[in-house]
């Protein structure tokens, strides 16, 4: 009969149960599995994206925080800002997101007074308009935002940050 480890049964200090542990999982091949999965994850376009995404969201929300902005939101009311879409679901479809997340962020730039959403027409399209107090919104948030930008752009040589946006449209349309 084969024994299966079940730490909840040992009755031992922290330090040996994880020489325990080690020992079990080098005896079951699992130093190879951790092998190969620290050679997935720093191979894995989808780690490598969602990590760079984080640390550049992070840094645009850090120099929005003053005026009261997320990035998610200041791209939406500067694509609403230069677009004038003409319904929701264009908007969606422009920025790339959901459903879900887009009406929970439209609904708080209305709660915000920074946006507008028309009556659906016959068409059942509701139009989404920039306030005043969401155009004074964007103007106070500009220069926070391009101050962002120019700390991004300036960790690339010249042409790097355009042949990366390039790359990053390739990925967008896989």
Known sequence: MRQVFDQREIKLPMRNRF???R?????????RISQTAKQTAQRCAAVSVLRAGRSVTRLFDDALRPVGLTI??????NAIASYRPDS?????????ID???LSRNLALLQREGLIMLGTPGPDRKREVLLTVKGAEK?????????A???????LFEPGEYDMLKKAL??????
């Open 19 to 21: 020489e325990i542990v």
């Open 23 to 31: 020992e079990k999982m080098h005896i079951h091949g699992m130093d």
């Open 72 to 77: 998610a939101q200041f791209g939406l009311l």
């Open 88 to 96: 929701i679901s264009a908007i969606g479809e422009m920025l790339d």
């Open 99 to 101: 459903r879900t997340t």
């Open 138 to 146: 964007i103007e106070e948030a500009l220069p926070l935002w391009e």
């Open 148 to 154: 962002a930008q120019r700390r991004i752009e300036a």
């Open 169 to 174: 449209s390739r990925i967008r349309h896989v």
